[in-house]
């Protein structure tokens, strides 16, 4: 029995070193206020956690783009679309990169969405 209790305590303490948050899945939210684009595709991050898409090929302007509100925890980037005729629309992405001029994030399906910063 004392042989599985010090089993048990040494896989305790490993399962807590290797779960320990990882520094490269923290990024910094401030990094994503602003303007975004990829070709004729925006996005614009607000600093109190709304925002707005547009895509100026689809002859839409920043004035006629739909709204959303997002959060970026650790590495988990949750995007909420906020419907004209009511409803919502969530969408979850894994951030891969955020800089002051390159934001990248996946979706589940793997596909990964690149913007520059535009402001």
Known sequence: MRKYL?????A??????????????????????????DGTEYY???IDGTGAT????D?????????FTWSLEG??????????VGGAVPK??????LTATTLEFEDYTGKVFSYTKAD
């Open 54 to 57: 547009w895509d100026t090929g």
């Open 92 to 97: 979850a992405y894994t951030m891969k990169t």
């Open 12 to 37: 305790l303490v490993l399962a807590l070193c290797f779960s320990s948050c990882n520094p490269l899945t923290n990024f910094e939210k401030s990094l994503m206020y602003g303007r975004w684009v």
């Open 6 to 10: 010090l089993l048990f305590s040494a």
């Open 59 to 67: 002859d839409v302007s920043e004035s006629e783009a739909q709204e």
């Open 44 to 46: 614009r991050f607000d």
């Open 75 to 84: 590495a988990d980037l949750t995007i909420i679309h906020i419907l004209e």
